[in-house]
Each structure stands twice: as C-alpha cells, then as structure tokens.
C-alpha cells in the first residue's frame, strides 16, 4: 500500500486516482475547481465516464479515497504525487504548461516529506527538467523530491478498462529509486512496465498521438480520392486491413480526429520539432486535411440540401467522440459551426454532451432530449458522432418524422442499405450507391 497525491481531478487525474485506489492505496485527489471538489464529495461525476462511478462510491465509502482544494493538506505525508493538469494548446501551437508549473509550485512548497512527483500529463519533451529545476528552486532543499515521467495513454469511454488493463507502463526517470516505487505502484497491473530516460518517455507519449491522428488524417485522404474516383473507402478499408502491417484499428473516415489531445499533442510536436530546426511536413499535412474534412462535409451537405437557411437540420452527436461528454475540439462541434455561419437551422442532440455543448453553442442550436424529436420535421439529418445508440434507432420513425429523407452518415456508422432501402437520400463518406446493373 502506498500513500498517493493525484493533483487534478479532470479525465486523466479521477480515473487515476479512483484506480489506484481500488488497487489498495491511500488516495487523496485535490483540485483547485472548488465546483468540481464539492461535486465529487457529493458523490457526482463532474463527466461522462463509463463504469467510473460505481468504483468512485467504493473508495469513497471503504476510506481508500478523499478528496480536497487544499494542496498542502492533500500533500501531507505523502509518498507519490502524480501531476494530471491540463497542457492546452499555446497561443504559438505550443504546449500551455502553466498549469503544470503551478502545480509543481505547490507541490515543492507543501511536500512535507521526501516525495515522488511523476507527471502525467502529456508535456514536450524536457518537461521533466523544468519540473526538477522549479521543485529545486521552490522546495529549498528541505526534502528529497524525486521526478518521474509516466504518460497516460488512456482513453475517454473507456479509461477505468484503460488504466486497469493498459497495453503498456511506460516510466521516464533516471532515479533507480523512483523506478522501483513506481514499478511497485503499478505491480497489481499485468501489462509490459517500459523504463527509459524522462525525454524517451514525454516523447512515446506524443508519438503514439501523432501516429493515430496521422492514420486518421491518412484515411479521410484515402476517403476523398475515393469518393472523387467512385470507390467504396470502407471496402478499400477492409481490403488493406488483411495485411498485418497495415490492420484495421484507427481506420474510420470521417469527420476528422478532435477531442483535448490529438489536436494539440501533434500540435505541441510540431512547435518542437520547429524549436529543433526540423521542418514537420507530415505533421503539418496531418493537422492540415484534418481541418479541412469540416469543409468538406459542409460542402457535401449544400450540395445536396440546398440553401441552408431556409431548410431545418437534425445533427446527431456533439461530443467528439462516443461515451464521453468531452466537446473539446469536438468535430461535431466544429460541423455545428460552420453550418450556422452558413445559414442554417439546427436541432441538435446528444446523449450525454447536451450541457457541455450548451456552454459553447449557448442559444445558436435547439436541444432536443430524444433523436427522434431532433428528426421531427426536419429537412436533412446528420449523424456526426457514432454513439451506438444511433445505430439501433427505429429509423423507419425517423424517416416517417421528417420533411424530407436527406441523411448524411459522416462517421459511415450506419447501414447503409438498410437505409436506402427505407426511402432516405443517404449519403457516407465514400460510400456510392451501388450500380443499377441492367440485363
Ligand atoms: N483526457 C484524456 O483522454 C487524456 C488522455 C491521456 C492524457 N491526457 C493528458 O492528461 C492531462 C490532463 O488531461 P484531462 O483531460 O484530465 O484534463 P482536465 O482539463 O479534464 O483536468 C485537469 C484538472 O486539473 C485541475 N488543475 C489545474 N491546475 C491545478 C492545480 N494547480 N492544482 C490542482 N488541480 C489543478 C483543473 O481544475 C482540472 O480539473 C493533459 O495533459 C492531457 O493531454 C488526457
């Protein structure tokens, strides 16, 4: 049993501190989000996140997890802090680190003892010096503070599975010590432990976001010349999955990669990569298609609505992706916008981003509690998050609701056949109707 800080309580900083609590450790999670603090003692989620809730309630009742706004009083006595702020993107494309140099302020100030501060929020490489150097200016060399990178490669909708059963541990440190603390942290976890340099570490963080957004990116390429030359992208999809070296994980077109990482993780590499001389181009092109994949979709869905502004749309998903309530550079989001700069009239809905997409959208869109009443009466609708849910709707009903049968699958989630069939106009990315074959 160890005795464990977790220093931000968002995505990242709750699911590791209700695991590692339910591993047996004495947990304290503190956040400066006085709302977010009173929500969580309240017993509330402040998001989306399957199967978290029921393990929260367990730690919390079994006296394994507390939490605080205090620092100090989360930091008393402490053997581990892990660091799980936010590093939004800068204003130069950059890593935003200050929020991480606040936290390891603090955290050299209230150690009351010899701690291990890991940092696992994803941060350029040579963060791990940074937070050396300000634990030694701020600390006073009164307790030995050890550093360690360990990069959080979990995924939201599926981070409590993620954390408890990762594909890999990877520590960055140069301290033996430090190692062996974390790798005794982590024993309970069947998974490869990877121990390398602090540098190694910040930097397998952001190439493994860099390689999934460059499959993304790859993929909606494929998708437009595809759809340009009349070829079905799924079947492509399917046809070069067969090789081993390709596969078929991370190979969905669509509307492009969103959410609080990709985005600013390839972004944040690029800046270094140009801090180092190294011109990105991949990256670069990377971020490029996927900012234009909104234009496309836009495009595709004047072309075949017409005007906007005298048409009624449904738009189905907000959140960026499927099981989160996360709306962080959010495709649909983006989609949303640039139809209403356009013109057009929205009925939106969303099974749990519904409030986080008010707080961005406020009173441009109309929030619908069912798809179905989305659909009612509208012109064209579109699914622009994959929420399984939309796959199993009575789309009969749907089509029946609405004033014209316009349906634009950006996530191709749906069956298409199926849907042609009922009477809808349906249109997939790259996904042609099949030809009319004539004896
Ligand atoms: N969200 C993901 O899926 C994911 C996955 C892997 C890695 N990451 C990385 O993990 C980090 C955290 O991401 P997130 O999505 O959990 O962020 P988040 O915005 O959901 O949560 C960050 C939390 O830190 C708190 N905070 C900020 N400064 C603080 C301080 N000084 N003391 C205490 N609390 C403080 C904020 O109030 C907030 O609640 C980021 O670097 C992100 O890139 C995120």
Not at 258 to 287: F, N, T, Y
Not at 346 to 373: F, G, N, Q, S
Not at 418 to 438: C, D, E, H, M, S
């Amino acid at each position: 049993m160890h005795t464990v800080a977790v220093c931000g309580t968002g995505y990242v900083g709750l699911v590791t501190a209700v695991c590692l609590a339910r591993f047996g450790n004495d947990v304290i999670a503190y956040d400066t989000d006085h709302t977010k603090i009173a929500m969580i003692n309240a017993g509330r989620l402040p998001f989306h996140e399957p199967a978290l809730a029921p393990m929260l309630h367990t730690c919390v009742s079994n006296g394994s997890l507390r939490f605080h706004t205090s620092a100090a009083h989360a930091l008393a006595g402490r053997e581990i802090v892990f660091i799980a702020v936010g590093t939004p993107v800068g204003p130069l494309g950059d890593a935003d680190l200050t929020y991480v140099r606040q936290a390891v302020k603090e955290i050299a100030t209230y150690a009351s003892s010899d701690l291990l501060v890991v940092n696992k929020s994803t941060v350029p490489v040579e963060t791990a010096d940074l937070v050396a150097r300000l634990l030694e200016r701020y600390g006073n060399g009164r307790r030995r503070l050890m550093v360690a990178s360990n990069p959080e490669f979990l995924r939201e909708g599926t981070a409590v599975e993620d954390f408890m059963h990762p594909e890999r541990i990877v520590i960055g440190t140069d301290d033996d010590a430090a190692a062996a603390l974390l790798k005794n942290l982590y024993a309970p976890i069947d998974a490869p432990v990877l121990v390398v340099e602090p540098h190694t570490a910040e930097m397998i963080k952001y190439a493994a976001n860099a390689f999934l957004a460059t499959k993304v990116s790859f993929v909606n390429e494929l998708s437009n010349i595809c759809d340009a030359v009349g070829a079905n992208v799924d079947d492509v999809l399917t046809g070069i999955a067969y090789d081993r070296r390709i596969g078929k994980h991370y190979m969905q077109p669509g509307l492009g990669f969103g959410g609080s990482c990709l985005p600013k993780d390839v972004s944040a590499l690029a800046h270094v990569a140009r801090a180092h001389a190294i011109e990105p181009a991949m990256l670069d092109a990377v971020l490029d298609v996927n900012r234009r994949q909104i234009a496309r979709a836009v495009s595709a869905i004047e072309a075949n609505v017409g005007d906007l502004d005298v048409s009624t749309g449904a738009l189905l998903g907000l959140s960026f992706k499927p099981d989160t309530d996360d709306v962080r550079e959010s495709p649909a989001i983006a989609l949303a916008r640039a139809l209403l700069t356009r013109g057009a009239t929205l009925r939106v809905h969303d099974p749990a981003a519904m409030t986080a997409a008010r707080a961005i959208l406020r009173d441009a869109v109309t929030y619908m509690k069912t798809p179905y009443e989305a659909a009612q009466g509208a012109h064209y609708l579109i699914v622009a998050t994959p929420w399984e849910n939309y796959r199993s709707l009575d789309w009969r009903r749907v089509y029946d609701s609405m004033q014209r049968g316009n349906l634009f699958d950006m996530r191709n989630a749906l069956d298409a056949i199926n849907l042609r069939q009922l009477g809808f106009t349906y249109y997939g990315v790259a996904r042609p109707a099949p030809a009319k074959i004539t004896a």
